[in-house]
C-alpha cells in the first residue's frame, strides 16, 4: 500500500507555464519535503513543512513555491518553469521526532520542460 | 549546511561477492545516518540507519559502519545478488532542523 503518492508519475509542461505536482500522505508524519533530482545526482532538498510551518532552503530558487493545505497534502508550484528544472522531483515525508527519523519517499513525479 | 558525498561513483561486483559503498560527511553535527537505495524511476527506500553514538549496525545482508574519527561511513552489504543493484546515497539528518541531506550516490552493478 502506498503511504506517500505522487501525482502524477510524468508531467509534461512548457517553457514558462506554471505546474503544480502533488503529494498525498496516509502516514499523519508531521514533515514534508520536497526534493529535486536531477540525472545521476543526489535528491537536492528545496524545502520543508514541519506541520504549518515552512522552511525553505538558502539556495532555492523563488521559482519553486509550496503549499501545505492539510497534514496529508503538500504541492510543489513551479511559477516558470525553465529548461533546467527538468528533473525527477521527490516528496518525502518522517515523523519528525529525535525517535523515529526514516524518510518515506514517494515514487517520484519526472518533470519535462519542453 | 550539510555535506555528504561518497568516493566511488561506480561500483561494479559479481553475484555473490560481498559490496563495500562508502561515504564521507563534512559536518560533524549529524545525529543520524541513513543508506538509501535507489532503483531506476522510483524514490529512495530505506536500507538501514546508524545513529551517530554508534559504530556499528547490521541488519539483514547489511552492515554499516561509522567511524567519526574520520567521519566516514560505509554500507557492507553481504553476498550480493542482482536486485541490489541500484544508486544507494547515504544521507545525514540533523534532528533540530528535521533535515536529510543527501551524498552524490555510487551506482552499483551486479554482474550475474
Known amino acids: 500500500d502506498a503511504m506517500v503518492i505522487q501525482n502524477p508519475r510524468y508531467q509534461v509542461t512548457q517553457f514558462g507555464k506554471p505546474v503544480t505536482l502533488s503529494c498525498s500522505q496516509t502516514l499523519n508524519h508531521n514533515v514534508m519535503y520536497w526534493y529535486q533530482q536531477k540525472s545521476s545526482q543526489a535528491p537536492k532538498l528545496l524545502f520543508h513543512?514541519?506541520?504549518?510551518?515552512?522552511?525553505n532552503e538558502a539556495d532555492t530558487p523563488d521559482n519553486f513555491q509550496s503549499r501545505r493545505p492539510n497534514t496529508s497534502f503538500c504541492f510543489l508550484d513551479i511559477r516558470s518553469p525553465g529548461l533546467g528544472d527538468a528533473a525527477m522531483y521527490l516528496c518525502?515525508?518522517?515523523?519528525?521526532?529525535?525517535?523515529?527519523?526514516?524518510?518515506?519517499f514517494g515514487q517520484g513525479t519526472r518533470l519535462t520542460v519542453v | 549546511g550539510e555535506s555528504v558525498g561518497l568516493h566511488l561513483p561506480t561500483l561494479s561486483v559479481q553475484e555473490g561477492d560481498n559490496s563495500i559503498i562508502n561515504c564521507a560527511y563534512s559536518n560533524s553535527a549529524s545525529d543520524y545516518f541513513i543508506w538509501y537505495k535507489q532503483e531506476s524511476g522510483k524514490g529512495p527506500q530505506f536500507i538501514i540507519d546508524?545513529?551517530?553514538?554508534?559504530d556499528k549496525r547490521q541488519g539483514q545482508r547489511v552492515t554499516v559502519l561509522l567511524n567519526k574519527t574520520v567521519k566516514h561511513l560505509s554500507l557492507q552489504i553481504a553476498a550480493t545478488q542482482p536486485g541490489d543493484s541500484a544508486v544507494y546515497f547515504c544521507a545525514g539528518v540533523i534532528y533540530n532542523f528535521n533535515k536529510f541531506y543527501f551524498g552524490s550516490g555510487t551506482k552499483l552493478n551486479v554482474k550475474p
Open positions: 513543512y514541519y506541520d504549518k510551518d515552512f522552511n
Open positions: 518525502a515525508t518522517s515523523r519528525g521526532t529525535a525517535a523515529n527519523t526514516e524518510a518515506f
Open positions: 546508524i545513529r551517530s553514538n554508534m
